[in-house]
């Protein structure tokens, strides 16, 4: 079946290390993202790429870095600069033209120790 | 993109229709309404979305005032999985890459 896979569901860090989230996605859709979900709070987008090899800052993307090499991945790192990491993470993708539905993952949760 | 208000909080009685509202008195000619919900801890599930009709689908009914500055999206018959968190987003043609999540309405669905 079509959509989008996060890896882990639940990660822990210590302080001072970075980690990686995996997104991938087979709907063949050219727009990805990623937003921050803190408890009790909206979604605030990281970064998004409408294509390969490009992507474009969100409204928080200090402390993250991503990559688009394939169409079907988006990794997102979570580097030891993100003063606060511990959340909850969601990848997401929509073709990228016309009005249409975004297609989210299911997630996946960060603690830092 | 245009900001919307909607409540916090709202309950329904299960089997129930639930309207919940959503406010965007500041929308412009091009901008869609488009509904959301997030179930706890899970991804958020794409419901409906319109610009100017209502629109209907297997999930829910979309329904869009003439001037367009509030809608309801209508479950005609709550059940208890229908508890969640729902968003309603105004966005633009140019506006499909950010869409932007705010608090939006908890509702609770009870017995």
């Known amino acids: 079946d079509g959509g989008i896979t996060q890896s882990p569901k639940y990660l822990f860090r210590k302080e001072g290390q970075n980690v990686t989230l995996s997104c991938e996605q087979n709907l063949n859709h050219d727009a990805m993202y990623w937003y921050r979900q803190d408890p009790g709070q909206g979604l605030r987008l990281i970064y998004y790429s409408q294509i390969v090899n490009d992507f474009q800052k969100g409204d928080i993307a200090e402390g993250y870095s991503v990559s688009r090499e394939k169409k079907e991945s988006f990794p997102l790192t979570v580097t030891s600069a993100q003063k606060n990491p511990t959340a909850f993470y969601l990848c997401?993708?929509?073709?990228?033209?016309?009005?249409?539905?975004?297609?989210f993952g299911e997630g996946s949760r960060l603690t830092v120790l | 993109d245009a900001k919307t208000t909607q409540p916090p909080s709202m309950d329904c009685a299960e089997g129930r229709a639930a309207n919940l509202p959503c406010n965007h008195s500041t929308i412009s000619g091009n901008e869609y309404v488009y509904w959301y919900r997030q179930i706890h801890s899970q991804g958020p599930q794409y419901i409906i979305h319109?610009?100017?009709n209502n629109e209907t689908n297997e999930m829910a009914s979309l329904i869009i005032t003439e001037d367009r500055k509030s809608s309801t999206l209508i479950l005609p018959h709550a059940t208890l999985r229908d508890t969640a968190v729902y968003y309603c987003?105004?966005?633009?043609?140019?506006?499909?890459?950010?869409?932007?999540f705010g608090a939006g309405t908890r509702l609770a669905v009870h017995p």
């Open positions: 987003i105004a966005l633009g043609t140019g506006g499909y890459n950010k869409l932007i």
């Open positions: 997401a993708s929509k073709v990228d033209r016309g009005p249409g539905e975004l297609f």
């Open positions: 319109g610009l100017k």
